[in-house]
């Protein structure tokens, strides 16, 4: 990032304390570089971004409440700096309504990617959008997770690792329904882990009956966590950083990962994971050749799944994929 960090900022802000409570105060501090945001602390210590509109077309957003976060548009409000007198101001108050440490570091890490996304001087109408992706992200977090961690990783470390970032992670899934983790023109790719030593893993009916036309791999690894290992939050750091031009890339990955983790965001960033073993297991599978279930399905069955041992088919080569469909050269793994 071009600024300090959000969460940085928010450590060395002392909550507000005001006898008066007509209106709301922050106790603030400017982001550096960036004249209409100020990282806040309510009176309850809750982490804020204050953000300044530059126009006041159409109407103001109504307000936002959830269990996790709040926001507030347009609002009048009193703000304390430091060493300066009590100063009013009309904001919009995005807030943290969660006093643990994870949360809040999460919540500043995201907004952060917001401040990007709306750059300087951000109109009301772009205000809003942001913080609904926001908040969408923050009602995600309140439910079960959607798959497992050790998938979430896998698809993780192809990110970190692919020859292109960006074109990687534009070919990410969008939702939990995609039939594939990676798609990109007529290249069809899914990760799949396994916790143990054999290559067994579930797969649906449409994953091993790929459109025609298609080039369709399974990217097949084994995975293991590690007290030693990167955490998913470090991983996800890195990944930030090769797509640090691209807040909406940025923004979309905070998405998929709270969608897939769901309220067990906090524990599942701290996870640690053995990237040596990742690499070094990685091979890749012609889903039309794995063992599955071909042709129609009887009139009345769908969503059928099942597992299959991929440890005595021949694996495929990077260089042979690339030779198949040259999008592969953008996002299979480079060797570090």
Request: net charge negative; aromatic share 8%; glycine share 8%.
């Amino acid at each position: 990032m071009m600024f300090a960090g959000l969460a940085d900022i928010f450590e060395g802000i002392q909550a507000p304390f005001s006898e008066s409570s007509d209106s709301p105060l922050y106790a603030i501090m400017p982001v550096p570089g960036r004249v209409s945001y100020f990282v806040g602390k309510d009176r309850e210590s809750f982490a804020c971004l204050l953000v300044s509109t530059s126009d006041r077309t159409g109407r103001p957003h109504p307000p936002i409440r959830l269990e996790s976060l709040d926001a507030q548009f347009e609002l009048h409000c009193r703000l304390k700096k430091s060493g300066e007198p009590e100063q009013e101001g009309r904001f919009t108050v995005i807030r943290c309504r969660e006093s643990d440490g994870e949360t809040t570091r999460y919540f500043l890490s995201v907004c952060e990617t917001i401040l990007c996304m709306l750059g300087d001087n951000p109109t009301r109408a772009h205000i809003a959008t942001a913080v609904n992706r926001l908040a969408a992200i923050f009602q995600k977090i309140r439910q079960p997770p959607a798959r497992s961690l050790n998938g979430l990783f896998g698809e993780l470390y192809f990110l970190l690792r692919s020859g292109n970032a960006v074109r990687a992670l534009t070919a990410w899934r969008v939702d939990e329904n995609a039939r594939f983790d990676f798609a990109d023109g007529d290249a069809r790719l899914d990760v799949k882990a396994a916790g143990g030593r054999s290559r067994v893993h579930t797969f649906s009916y449409e994953q091993c009956n790929p459109p025609s036309g298609t080039v369709a791999v399974v990217a097949s690894m084994h995975v293991e966590q590690i007290s030693g290992g990167s955490s998913l939050r470090s991983v996800i750091g890195q990944i930030e950083s090769r797509i640090s031009g691209h807040a909406d890339l940025v923004l979309k990955l905070h998405e998929t990962v709270a969608a897939t983790l769901g309220a067990s965001l906090n524990d599942g960033l701290s996870r640690r994971f053995d990237m040596r073993l990742a690499e070094a297991s990685l091979q890749f599978f012609d889903l039309e050749v794995v063992p599955a279930i071909r042709g129609s399905l009887p009139a009345g069955v769908s969503d059928v799944h099942f597992r299959s041992d991929l440890s005595a088919l021949a694996s495929l080569s990077v260089e042979a994929l690339i030779d198949r469909d040259p999008v592969f050269w953008d996002l299979l793994p480079r060797v570090q």
